[in-house]
């Protein structure tokens, strides 16, 4: 994970967690390093209201062009994402000023149409409520 120090002991993620569950870019957490200075993260200090949603694209042809296309489907809903090849997944950032019930509608639709699957990696109390 990418972070920004905001003091002695506490960062902000700084990118997208492909596969922490509970956190999402934005978030402060305070963290202890090991004994080769590696940061640990210890707790959560505040939660930035972000979303973090992982996306399996299905279907026939190339894997990047449909990771392409889930990345391309939630970029007018101002949602920003990142694709890993290796495991043919797109994490999705959901800021927490986007509109919540399209996006999350989007998600739902992609899955039920058999586009995608997903996984909630980190969700607001607002993405639970929308329908």
Same mark, same amino acid.
């Given at each position: 994970m $990418? /972070?920004i120090? !905001? &003091?002695?002991?506490?960062? %902000?993620? &700084?990118?997208? +967690?492909?596969?922490?569950?509970g956190?999402?870019?934005? &978030?402060?957490? !305070?963290?202890? +390093?090991?004994? &080769?200075?590696l940061l $640990?993260?210890?707790e959560a200090? %505040?939660?930035?209201?972000?979303c973090?949603? #992982?996306?399996?694209p299905?279907?026939?042809?190339?894997?990047?062009? @449909? !990771?392409? /296309?889930v990345?391309?489907?939630? /970029? +007018?809903?101002?949602?920003?994402?990142?694709?890993? @090849? #290796?495991?043919?997944?797109?994490?999705?950032?959901?800021p927490a000023?986007?509109?919540i *019930?399209?996006? @999350?509608?989007?998600?739902?639709?992609g899955?039920?149409?058999? !586009?995608?699957?997903y996984? %909630?990696?980190?969700?607001?109390?607002?993405? *639970? /409520?929308?329908?």
């Amino acid at each position: 994970m $990418w /972070a920004i120090t !905001r &003091d002695e002991d506490l960062v %902000e993620l &700084d990118n997208i +967690p492909f596969f922490v569950q509970g956190f999402s870019a934005g &978030d402060v957490v !305070r963290v202890v +390093p090991d004994d &080769d200075g590696l940061l $640990w993260v210890r707790e959560a200090v %505040e939660y930035s209201e972000n979303c973090t949603i #992982r996306i399996v694209p299905y279907g026939d042809g190339d894997s990047a062009q @449909k !990771r392409q /296309a889930v990345l391309d489907a939630f /970029a +007018p809903l101002r949602v920003e994402g990142e694709g890993l @090849k #290796r495991f043919n997944l797109v994490a999705l950032h959901v800021p927490a000023d986007a509109d919540i *019930r399209a996006v @999350k509608q989007l998600v739902i639709q992609g899955a039920q149409s058999g !586009r995608w699957d997903y996984e %909630e990696g980190c969700i607001s109390e607002e993405w *639970r /409520a929308a329908d």
